[in-house]
C-alpha cells in the first residue's frame, strides 16, 4: 500500500518508514508537521496516512485536526493516528468524523510489529483499528450508562473487540465460540444500544460511542 508518514520525530519516522518499505509499502512522503501533511496528501493521496496526534507547532491537537481534515476532504483516504497516552476526547472527535478507515494506536503497539501492521491493512480496507487499551479505557468510563449496564459479560466482550474493528470471525476464532454466536452476541448489543435499525458497517463503532458523553 502507499503510506503517508507524519510525525515530528525523526527517529520514529525513520523507524516506520523502513518498517514499512521492507514489509513491501511505499512510503510516499515523510513530513514533520501538519501543513507539509495537508500539502502531501492534497498531492498524491495515498491508501493510508499514519500521523502523530501532537504535532508542532504547539504539541496539542495539530496531527488530529489534520487527520480530521484529511477524512473529511479525501475520504478514501485511511488515517491511522497515534498517541503517547489514551486520550479520550481525540479518539471520540477522530470516530464520530468517520467511522470507516480510521484506526487510533498508542505508540507503544508500534514495536508490536505484527498488530501495527494488521492494524494498517485494516484502515487501507476501509475498516476501524482502535488499541485495545484505548477501548478499554472508554468503555470503563462509560460503565455507568444504562445501555451499556445492559449488556451480558459475553456481549461486553464481544463489544471490546468489535470496537477494535475485529471481524465477526475473528472475534470467534479470538473468543474460541462458533461465529453464529458471535453474530447473535452483535445482533443483542445492536438491540440494547438501540442501533438495530442503524445501516453499514458504522455500527459496530457507534456501539462504543452513543453513550460516551462529551
Sequence with gaps: MRVILAEDSVLLRAGLARLLTDEGHEVVAEVGDPVALLAAVAADQP??????????????????????????????????????YVERRYAVELLTTR????G???KDRVAEVGEFLEALDRVAAGRAAFDP???????????????????????????????QGHTNA??????????????KH????????????TTGYSRRVLAIL???GS
Design 47 to 84: 491508501d493510508v496516512v499514519v500521523a502523530d496526534v501532537r504535532m508542532p507547532p504547539n504539541h496539542r491537537d495539530e496531527g488530529l485536526r489534520a487527520a480530521v481534515e484529511i477524512r473529511n476532504r479525501w475520504p478514501a483516504v485511511g488515517v491511522l493516528v497515534l498517541s503517547q
Design 99 to 102: 467511522s470507516d478507515g480510521v
Design 104 to 106: 487510533y494506536l498508542l
Design 133 to 163: 487499551e484505548v477501548v478499554r479505557q472508554l468503555l470503563a468510563r462509560t460503565s455507568h450508562t444504562d445501555p451499556l449496564r445492559k449488556l451480558t459479560p459475553r456481549e461486553a466482550e464481544v463489544l471490546d473487540r468489535m470496537a
Design 170 to 183: 475473528g472475534i470467534a476464532a479470538h473468543l474460541h465460540v462458533s461465529q453464529s454466536a458471535v453474530e
Design 186 to 197: 452483535v445482533n443483542a448489543i445492536f438491540d440494547k444500544l438501540d442501533l438495530s435499525h
Design 210 to 212: 452513543r453513550y460516551l
